[in-house]
């Protein structure tokens, strides 16, 4: 089934005929594998500078760019520890990194007003709900780490608080913050697509590469070379020669509503479109959408051994079924509510759930992702910092933490599926663990080295 964001490009969005392949061979400055956001980001501020090629293997937005469940968010996937502790880092540099999500999370709303690209931004932060003790704990813990990192954000909500953002049922308390905007990604994809046009990018789908290297990359119609060379595959790397185990692509599912009337989303909120999510282990995330439909997603879905993708593992009728029990949990009034869309997509994971960017100035190879599910803000980052680092310029970007970081490499297989699996349980577990017990989840303590 087409995700939802697909079936809503309008007929001046959708670019049919496809843009053409690659055929023959080509030079450019910059050559950027993958039509991604990552990759359009990338394309896009570097374009009034150098000669730049996008090389899609199938269709902008085709990945997780074009699939997700649009929260534009200041979150990243390492924690400010993390990001103090990599290699010549600091707190401050920690801190920086963070405030450069913040800002990233405006620069994405701004950049779209500027190239005129309609993708619904409404800037109303994210609400988080805590239905049992053991989540309210977690949402007092998360703001004092938060304190303690001298933020002010997030803020902790009282029942009635949180309540008044999301009537969900059960509601103790919660977090509220408002660095965090929903959008339409297709939308945002291909108006970006549109935008590097625009500025001179050349960009071909339907165009697999099969090999990288320093200054060329090659593909079915013919061969590009370049001085500098960007990944941008993001949860499609693995499938690339030489860079098998560096990130693990895991899925994510999603379903839609058809849309609400006025008289439901008077008793459910969301009224600023804030997106929301609760302070459970296994991930869900969820926004109310611009014509009024409810879109949630999560995690669940079992990563593939050998780390594959198939168009088949975006459909599990099984994390479909359990997403739509989680959302009638939350607001019984969706009981009779007609599910319209459902689909999935894979997201990057490297071993140490740490995203990184970076170029090599002596091969001129560069990349970016690893973003564990956080990159529609997080590629807009990626992509200044990339155009920074391929322009040779060092700036306040290049010096964050994440740039030129190196993941270590995942374990082989069969390791890599018992690891992964066996954490993707042991979050459902640990919820079911804190239902029952109502306390916090001891599985969730022992996993957490493996899974921050
Ligand atoms: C279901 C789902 C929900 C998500 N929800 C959110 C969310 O709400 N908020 C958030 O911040 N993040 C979310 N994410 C993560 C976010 O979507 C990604 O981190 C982000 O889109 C990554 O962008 P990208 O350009 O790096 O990768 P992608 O969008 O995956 O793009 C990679 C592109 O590379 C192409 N490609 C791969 N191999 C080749 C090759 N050999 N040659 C040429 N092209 C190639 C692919 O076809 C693809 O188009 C979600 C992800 C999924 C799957």
Redesign the pocket.
Known sequence: MTSLWADQLGPDQIDVPPRAPLTGDADYDVAI????????WTAYYLAPHARVVV???????????????????A?FPASLESLAALGGSSRTAALAQHQAMVASVAEVGRAAEAEGIDCDFAAGGTVVLARSAAQLERARDEVAHARSWGLDQPTLLDADQATARLAATRVIGGTFTPDCAALQ?MRL?AGLARACERRGVVIHEH????RIEPGLVQ?DGGTVRAGSVIR??????A??PDTRREVAPV????IATEPLPDQLWEQIGLRQRE?FSEHRHLIV?G?RTADGRLVF?GRGAPYHAGSRIRPEFDHEPRVFARLRETLVDLLPVLAGTRITHA??????IPRDWCASVGLDPATGLGW??G?????????NL?GRTLRDLVLGESTALTGLPWVNHRSPRWEPEPLRWLGINAGLRAMTLADVEERVTRRSSVVARMMRPLVS
């Open positions: 594998v993958g039509g991604g956001l990552t990759g359009l090389l899609e293997a199938e269709h902008v937005g085709f990945g997780a760019s074009g699939r997700n469940g649009g929260w534009c968010s979150l990604p994809v165009s697999p590469v099969r593909t941008a595959t993001e949860g499609y790397t499938q690339l899925y994510s599912l999603v997106t995330y926004q997603g689909w999935g997509g894979a997201l990057g970016a992702g973003y564990v599910g956080d990159g529609v803000s997080t590629t990626a």
